[in-house]
C-alpha cells in the first residue's frame, strides 16, 4: 500500500456494501490534498478505485457474437437498400454510449460501406438517443501494461476511428434522432449534411471531465462557425439546441420530431438516385483540400488526449463521474 | 455504324421530323442497357444524338462583330462611370447563360476592367435573370478532335475563366438581379460583396447532371458555411432563396425587389469614392492569404470536370437535358 | 521651404489663431493638386500640419508612473481574482483610444497573465466605450528619423502587440462594454470567446483613413463570415450592431445592457472552475492549427500597413481627421 493516508485505505478497501459511505465522504478536495502521493501512486488509486466501482456495477453486458455472416455486428444494425448503407448504432439501454467494440465496428461498417455499391452511407442511432458519446467504462478495463497502456490503446482506436471518417469516399448523412454527446457530435464536422430532430442537443463536455477536443473539431469547428462560438461549445461545454446547431452550420436543417423520419427519409431516398460517381468524386474533391490537415489534426488531438488521460486532471473528473453515478 | 442495336439505329437516322418520337421512346434505361456498345461508340452516339438534337433547334444566334472598339462586347455591356466599371451580362433572351464567346468576353472584361483607373468593378445581368450557368450548347459543337479535345478545351476556357476570378485586382461587387445557377453561383465565393434582389434564387445542380462543383466552390463553400450547407447545395442540388444565401454568408445583404438597383447603387457610388489604392490593396491582402490554394483548387477542379464530361453518367445527363427540352 | 505654393504657406504658418479659417479653406482637392511637390516634400507638410494641429489641442495626457509595483499600469487596470485575471483599457474620457504607452502595457499585462495561475484572461473597457482603436494621435509624435522612422516604429510596436494575442496561451475572453473601432475589432477573431452588451458597435474603417486591415482580420474575418461579409466590415467600413456581430461569428453571444455585467461574470467565474490545464491545452490545440499562418499574416499585414501609412491616400486621410477635429 503506497500510503496510509485515510483515503487511501479507503480505496483499497472492498467497496461493497460501503460504497456509497465511501462516495459521500470522498470529496475531490481530499484527492487533491494527497501530497505525499506519487505519480505512480495516483495512478495506482485510480485503478483501484475505478475497478472497485465498476464491480459494483455488475457484468457488463455480453452478447453472443453471430457466426458466419461478415454484416453481422454487435453494437450494430447495418443495412443496405434502395441504394443507401444504414449503419445505425444499436445500444439504446446505453444511450448507444460508443464502447471498445462498437469503434471496431464502426470502422469495420464504414469500410464495407466505402466499398459495396451504395451511393450515400446514413450513420444514426436506435432509440431516444443519437449516442452519448465515448463509454466511460473503456477506462475502467485497465490491461496488464497498466494505465499508461490503456491511453495509448484508447489513442490508436481512436486516431483509427477518426481516421475512417476524414477517409470515407462517399456522402456521409448524419440523421440525429435525439441528443448527441463528445465524439459522435465532433465527427459532424465530416459529414457531408446532418439532419436532427428538433430534440436533438448537441454537447461536447471535453473541459468538464479534464480531456480536450477530437475527432477533428479542433479545426472544423472553428473553420465552420467561428472561434467565438467553436470555443464555447469547445472549452466552456456550451450544450446547443438543434436550431442553435443548424445556425451554426453544424446542422443543414432540423425537422419536428413527429415528421422527422418520413420527411429525412424521404429526401435521402431522392439523394440516392443521383449519380453515384458524379456525388463520391465531388465529395472526395471537397475533402480532398483538407484532407492533409484533418489526418495532421487528428493525429494532434490523439496525441494530447492521451496526455490528457494520464493527467491528474481527468483521473480524478472520471473518479468524480463514476463517483457521482454510484451515488444515485 | 458501330451496332445494330435498335436505340443506335434511332440515333443514326436523321432525327426530323421523327425526333418527337425518339424522344420519347428513348428511356434512360435503354442507354444503360446497350451492354455491347463500347466506350467509343457511347462517345460516337453522343456526338451523332446530340447534334440532331441540336440541328433540329434552329441554328445559333450569330451577331455580326463589331469592328474598331476594343471595349465593345457581343455578349456583355461594359461601362465606366462615376469610377465604377461594370460587366453586364447580355443574353437576357438566353437568361444570360454563358457561351464559349461569353466567357472569352468575360475574360478580356475583367482583364480591361483590372487595368482601367476605376475603384470598384460591378457584375450584374440583363433583364430577369442574373445568369443560368454554363450553355449546355457549348457541349453540342463538337470539333474535328472529337469529345475528347472538346472536353480539354473547354476545361482550359474554364479554367482560364475562373483564374480571371482569382486574380482579378480590385473590389469585384456582385449584382445579383434575378436567378443564378452553375458557375455563376459558384464564383460569388471569389466576389468581396455580393448584393442581391429577394427575387433571386442560388441553385448549383452539378450532380443532376453528372458534373461536379467549379469556381472554387468546393473550397469557398464550405469555408464560408460549413461543409454540411455546402454539400446540401454542391451535391445534393438543394436551391437557395436570397434571404438563405445570405444567411448562409454568400449574400452580403438582400433588397426588397422594388428598390434593388435604387438603394444599391447608391452605395456602390459611396464606396467607389473611398481611397482608390486602400481599397485594391486590402483585397489583394485578403485574397492573398488563399490565392495559391485558391489556383491549386481551380485546377484540381477542372481536371475531375474534364473527367466527369467524358464519363457516361455526364453524356446520359446531358442528352436527356436535350431530351426533355426538346419535348417541350 | 520646399515650395511657395499657396497652401504650403498656410501649412508652415503657426496655425493659431488662423487655424480654423485654414481648416474651412484646405479642400482636399487642394492637397491633390499640388503637382510640383516631391513625395518628400510632401511628407514634410504633413509633419508640419499635424504638428500644428495637434499643438493646438494642447499638451498630451501625461500621468505620473507609480513606481516600485510591477502590476501597475499608467493606462489599465489589471486585476487577478477568482481564478479570473481582468485587464481593462482604462482611458475612459478618450474612449479608451490606445496609444504608444497602452499598446506597450497591454503587451507586457499578456505576458504576466499568460504565466500567472489565473484559469482565464479577460479584456474589458472602464466606462461606456469598450475602446475606440489605435490612437491618432501616436501619428503626430513625429521623431528625428521622420515620418518613415514613425511608420517603422508604429509598425513593429503593432506586429508586437497582435503578436501578444496570437501567442496568449489561456482562454481569452473579451467582454465589450460599448463600442468597439478599428484594431480593437480585428483583434476579436483571436479571442476565445466574446460577450457584448446590446450597445456595442463594431466598426473597422480603415479604408476611410487609407489604411488597410490588421489584427490578423484579413485572415480570421472572412474564415469566419465569409468574404462577402468580412469585405464589407473590412473595405467598405459597414459598421455592425452587437446582434449583427454575433451572427456573423464576431459574438458569442449579446446581453441586455442591464444584466450584461451581471451576467457575464456569473458565466466567467463558473468557466474559471473549471480544469485549468484541460483549458489551456484545448485552447493552444484549436490555435495550433492556425497558428503559423497566423504570424505569417500578422507580418503580411502591417508591412502592408507601413507602406499604407507612408500614402499620400492615408496621410491626407488622417489631416482630413484632425482638419474635422479643429473644426469642431
Redesign the interface.
Known sequence: MPSSNRLLRVLVTPPKPGMLDFVNKAKWDAWKSIGNVSQDEAKQDYVNLISSLVAAEGPAQVVAKPTGSSAAFETLLVTTEDNITTIRLNRPTKKNAITVEMYNEIIKALELAGNDDSVITVLTGSGDFYCSGNDLNNFTKIPEGGIEKLARDSGELLRGFVKAFIDFPK?LIGVINGPAVGVSVTL???????YATERATFHTP???L????EGCS???F???????????M????KKLTATEACQ??????VFPDSSFQTEVWTRLKA?AQ??????A???Q??R???KE?LHA?NN??VE?LV??WL?D??MN?IMSFFQAKARL
Open positions: 456522402p459532424l464536422g465530416l459529414f457531408e449534411v446532418v471535453f473541459s468538464q479534464g480531456q480536450s477536443p479542433s479545426y472544423t472553428p473553420k465552420m462557425m467561428g472561434a467565438a462560438k467553436a470555443s464555447e469547445l472549452l466552456f461545454n451554426r452550420g453544424l446542422v443543414t436543417e439523394y443521383l449519380p453515384r460517381n458524379s456525388l468524386l465531388s465529395k474533391l471537397m480532398g483540400v483538407d490537415r489534426v494532434q488531438e494530447q496526455e490528457r493527467s486532471e481527468c473528473a
